[in-house]
């Protein structure tokens, strides 16, 4: 299975972007997908969350701000992130676990290469 990640960029305080990660390979289901972030100098920590049938969870510091969603049940996930602040800046990583493919069930789980995100003050 691999991610791909798309969206990130360069954007000025108060403003929006949408990140977008689509995972290919055999893929029969994805149990959740979803964003993690890393800051310079800090641990990463999970932005948001989605599972298949839709229940989200979100870091408190993006609640109300960020959004996710998955493209029904296909495997692409999306984070609608608005009223960016600087310390949004980040590299968002998708990740995906809990996948279902040719029938077999892996609780393994899988990070994308990573997409800058820069919040200018």
């Known amino acids: 299975v691999q991610l791909q990640a798309s969206g990130g960029g360069l954007v000025q305080t108060g403003g929006s972007l949408r990140l977008s990660c689509v995972a290919s390979g055999n893929i029969d289901m994805i149990n959740v997908m979803g964003w993690y972030r890393q800051a310079p100098g800090k641990q990463r920590e999970m932005v948001a969350l989605?599972?298949?049938?839709?229940?989200?969870n979100y870091e408190d510091s993006v609640k109300g701000r960020f959004t996710v969603s998955r493209d029904g049940p296909s495997s692409t996930v999306f984070l609608q992130m608005n009223s960016v602040k600087p310390e949004d800046t980040a590299v968002y990583y998708c990740?995906?676990?809990?996948?279902?493919?040719?029938?077999?069930?892996?609780?393994?789980?899988?990070w994308g290469k990573g997409t800058l995100v820069t919040v200018s003050s």
């Open positions: 990740y995906a676990t809990g996948i279902t493919s040719m029938g077999t069930f892996y609780n393994t789980q899988h």
């Open positions: 989605h599972t298949r049938i839709g229940t989200t």
